[in-house]
């Protein structure tokens, strides 16, 4: 209800102030834009930013799952790694991009890699998070039952980590999405990022916003396809409301 409130205002607005389109294209004149695309070129350009979003997310679960169990269970480790983490995940991702395009060339790799780095560190910091969170008696009593260390952790440890872990899949799918966009302004022939720069650089207004929904929507897709996951494996893991 509120977001056609919302629709309804702006288009109002547009209409009755007369802002032109190439400032604030009115919800109507961004979905004439969007229909006015052939829907074979939307297939290319949505499955180009789907494919490199997916590989550099599926990339860094596969990274950061472990990382955080091993930082979770050496305090050395720990101590060691995570300030470079840190320290990457502070470096603009923006003002690395294109370094990372002309060392790995053309291609979906140096696209995946940006979206990789967009998206890994939630993951790492949230699981190591719920994996120190568990309780220690848990622990112990574990140790005193002569389970061993990888018992510890995919028995105890990891189940109670789950809904930290979740957490973060839901808000690395955004930040996927985000870096593959980021590389696609970068180095892209193809792709919804690519499509949004190419329909503003001819002022192509309402074109471009029909581009940004399209990314909202995909956003928006893959964030609840981890919420329905978790809600058909994991359910323990979810809120008693959201269950």
């Known amino acids: 209800m509120a977001v056609v409130c919302v629709l309804g205002i702006w288009q109002a ?46 990339l860094a679960i ?38 990372i395009v002309v060392t790995l060339g053309a291609g979906d790799m140096p696209k995946v890699v940006i979206t990789f780095l967009i998206t890994f560190f939630p993951i790492v910091v949230s699981t190591t998070t719920g994996l120190l969170a568990t309780p220690e008696e848990l622990i112990e009593l574990s140790r005193s039952l002569r389970a061993g260390r990888t018992r510890e952790i995919f028995h105890i440890r ?20 985000i870096g593959t966009v980021v590389a696609e302004f970068v180095a892209a022939e193809k792709g919804l990022g690519f499509f949004i720069a190419f329909s503003t650089s001819f002022f192509k207004i309402p074109q471009a916003f029909s581009g940004l929904v399209i990314l909202v929507l995909l956003s928006l897709t893959l964030f609840r396809l981890v919420g329905f996951v978790q809600k058909r494996f994991a359910p323990w893991s979810l809120p008693k409301s959201e269950r």
Not at 158 to 177: E, Q, R
């Open 13 to 58: 607005a547009t209409w009755l102030f007369a802002i032109p389109s190439f400032l604030l294209p009115s919800p109507t004149s961004i979905v004439a834009a969007g229909f006015g695309v052939d829907p074979s070129v939307w297939i290319g350009h949505i499955w180009a930013t789907l494919r490199v979003a997916v590989m550099g997310y599926a």
């Open 62 to 99: 596969a990274i950061a799952i472990p990382l955080a169990i091993s930082l979770s269970m050496s305090r050395l480790l720990s101590r060691t790694l995570y300030p470079m983490l840190v320290v990457i995940q502070s470096t603009p991702i923006v003002a690395v991009a294109p370094i």
């Open 158 to 177: 990891l189940p109670y980590a789950l809904p930290f872990l979740f957490s973060a899949l839901k808000i690395s799918t955004t930040l996927a999405v």
